[in-house]
């Protein structure tokens, strides 16, 4: 009993273990793969599953059978059995072969939240590709089919703990069809990773109040009824206040100006919030970028050796929240 105990806390560290040096193995042979790779034979690995297994002592045991009877229709039987299972392997794995995989891109999120990475699957080939599912470390991804010609893009889902960059260094695509008797699968190791932006502060203190942003350019919404003329366009720019027509005329893309009552800006500090410490201050920033931008006001971020002007808009609520998620790693991609 002593001995099963020993065993038994001594099993998962040696499977970690284990897996640790198979995982290292493939990606040595393999080495890195690009953001679109194309399947090779050499790629896929095959197994029997549990039902394969059996399914080959069944067959085994029925040729003894046959052979301790010498029944015609007992080895027609067996060997009719032993090719199904032969058609089934090759079918397996060519499943997997020639299939081309890319990534598609992944979308930043909130530390906390669920990062999806999203995979490109595309079968190229006259054959038709079925039960194809992605895994990673959070478990596999429901099963896709494809058809001749026919691209799918598939979430993986990671889970995020923390600001800055989460990682999918590899990942695996599986396929068992047909009937299950085969599990084929290949590693990819693309090193893939996307922004995960600080989490939302649950309960901040109130933002610093609106000051008035004499001269600054006029809100979206605000003293619309001036027209003051047209303006280049800049990223951020609401397209209600695209001159459509204009563009239609001239082919560049114009905003229109507006005369109006000066905006209000507010100013998030870094600096401002001495009594929490770094990661709750870049909490409570997020939470009042993300009202701020909710409410279409202008703001601005103030972070050491980082400013950003007041503002409103997509392009200032991404350029915040990517300042706030890789504030202090900058260099943590490389």
């Known amino acids: 009993m002593r001995l099963a105990a020993h065993l038994t806390g001594w099993l998962p560290g040696l499977q970690s273990a284990a897996d640790r040096r198979f995982k290292t193995w493939v990606r040595r042979r393999q080495g890195l793969d690009s953001r679109t790779t194309t399947l090779g034979s050499g790629r896929v690995y095959i197994l029997p599953t549990g039902v394969g297994f059996v399914f080959g002592i069944m067959a085994f ?20 059995l032993a090719a199904l299972g032969l058609v089934s392997m090759h079918s397996c794995q060519r499943n997997l072969v020639g299939l081309e995989i890319a990534f598609a891109g992944v979308e930043p ?13 595309n079968n190229g080939s006259r054959n038709g590709r079925y039960q194809l599912r992605l895994e990673g470390d959070d478990g596999l991804t429901e099963a896709v089919d494809l058809n001749p010609g ?19 260094p590899r990942f695996a695509i599986r396929t068992r069809y047909p009937f299950e008797l085969f599990h ?4 990819l190791h693309m090193d893939l990773d996307g922004l995960v932006y600080p989490a939302l ?77 770094t990661e709750q201050r870049l909490e409570i920033l997020a939470r009042w970028v993300v009202d701020a931008d909710r409410r279409g006001e202008d703001y601005g ?13 997509g392009a200032q609520r991404i350029d915040c929240l990517e300042a706030l998620a890789l504030f202090g790693q900058e260099d943590a991609r490389g």
């Open 201 to 277: 502060a649950a309960n901040p203190p109130q933002p610093p109040a609106s000051v008035a942003a004499l001269g600054h350019r006029q809100h979206d919404a605000r003293g619309e009824e001036d027209f003051a003329g047209l303006r280049s366009f800049h990223r951020g720019d609401s397209p209600r206040t695209v001159a459509w027509k204009a563009y239609a005329r001239t082919g560049q893309l114009l905003s229109k100006r507006f005369a109006g009552a000066d905006t209000s800006s507010q100013w998030f500090d870094f600096e401002s919030l001495t009594t929490f410490d």
């Open 61 to 80: 045991a029925m040729l003894l059978g046959a052979m301790n009877y010498n029944n015609n229709l007992s080895f027609g039987l067996t060997f009719l």
């Open 150 to 168: 026919e691209s799918r893009v598939v979430s993986l889902p990671v889970t995020t703990t923390a600001r800055g960059y989460v990682r999918l």
């Open 109 to 121: 999120v909130f530390a906390g939240d669920v990062a999806r990475f999203r995979i490109a699957l």
């Open 301 to 313: 971020l103030k972070l050491p050796g980082t400013t950003f002007p007041p503002a409103h808009g």
């Open 184 to 187: 084929a699968w290949a590693w």
